[in-house]
């Protein structure tokens, strides 16, 4: 059998998986698809959309997909999004993503914010409908 894993599945999995992390005590961060606006709660992650390239195909269906996404953490202070991130890792590599990239910490003007991108991958699998790392 050959499972099906979309963009769309994919943005879903992470959205349930980072919306479990704690950075204050015992509250779940807020985790939205949207950029934050001065109104949003804050601390936040956001998720980019996934950008999904084929590897292998099988009589033109995909079985072996690599995912990319950023996730941004934004909050009042540096540390605090440094340290969001190092949750994002952890909750991630549950899964097999490995961090590949990070961006230097912006401070939002609109939202008087700062903000730290962090970018992972993935490799998916269609015949065991898993994650893989990417080696």
Do not use: G
Not at 29 to 44: A, G, I
Not at 79 to 92: H, I, P
Not at 95 to 116: A, E, L
Request: proline fraction near 4%; charged fraction near 25%.
């Amino acid at each position: 059998m050959i499972y099906e894993f979309s963009t769309k599945d994919m943005s879903d999995l992470l959205y349930d998986d980072l919306s479990t992390i704690q950075d204050n005590e015992e509250t779940n961060t807020e985790v939205v698809l949207t950029t934050p606006t001065t109104e949003s709660t804050f601390p936040c992650r956001v998720i980019d959309t996934p950008l999904e390239s084929i590897n292998n195909t099988n009589n033109a269906t995909p079985i072996r997909k690599t995912f990319q996404v950023s996730i941004e953490h934004w909050d009042n202070k540096q540390r605090v999004c440094m340290e969001m991130a190092d949750r994002t890792d952890k909750q991630l590599q549950k899964r097999n993503f490995t961090r590949t990239n990070s961006s230097p910490i912006i401070f939002d003007q609109i939202t008087k914010k700062y903000r730290f991108v962090t970018t992972y991958e993935v490799r998916w699998n269609a015949l065991t409908n898993s994650f893989s790392y990417i080696r």
